[in-house]
């Protein structure tokens, strides 16, 4: 079984990419640059995420926040 891989939101995109190209199990971080969404919208959004269904409701999924 291979080792899947968690990338934090400092490491570039391309090795990310590359990775993935390679079929390589990557996971990366939630990130949003704080020019595209305010940090009381975000923690908005996340609280509905985290209240609003069952942990199996995201299992295997990536959940992406509105810019």
Do not use: N, W
């Amino acid at each position: 079984m291979a080792i899947a891989l968690y990338m934090d939101a400092h490491v570039p995109r391309s090795i990310t990419l590359g990775l993935r190209m390679r079929t390589v199990d990557v996971l990366t971080a939630i990130y949003t640059h704080p020019l595209h969404i305010s940090i009381g919208q975000c923690i908005r959004d996340l609280e509905i995420i985290s209240k609003a269904g069952e942990p199996g409701d995201l299992q295997d999924r990536v959940e992406f926040l509105p810019l």
